[in-house]
């Protein structure tokens, strides 16, 4: 049988850390996981490379896709 268990990135890890510190919900936790992986995606590499030009752009894709900058 295979494991289809992925191991976790020291940048996911790091997150998980921080938001266990500041006490966020699993619930919470979760969608701010969900939120980076679609940066993620958006962007094609890992997140902590992003500029403040790669967060523009994705800001800009929410709008345009009826989601709001904020999320």
């Known amino acids: 049988m295979t ?3 992925k191991p976790i990135t020291p940048l ?3 997150m ?4 266990r510190m ?3 919900s699993p619930k919470t936790q979760a969608g701010y996981i969900r ?3 679609r940066f993620a995606g958006f962007l094609g590499r890992s ?3 992003a500029s403040i ?3 523009r752009r994705y800001q800009l ?3 345009d896709h009826g989601i709001s900058p904020i999320s």
């Not at 998980?16 to 938001?19: A, G, L």
């Open 16 to 19: 998980i850390d921080d938001m």
């Open 12 to 14: 996911r890890q790091r």
């Open 53 to 55: 030009e790669d967060l």
């Open 35 to 37: 939120v980076v992986k």
């Open 3 to 5: 494991s289809t268990i």
């Open 61 to 63: 894709h929410l709008v």
């Open 47 to 49: 997140p902590d490379t």
């Open 22 to 24: 500041r006490k966020l």
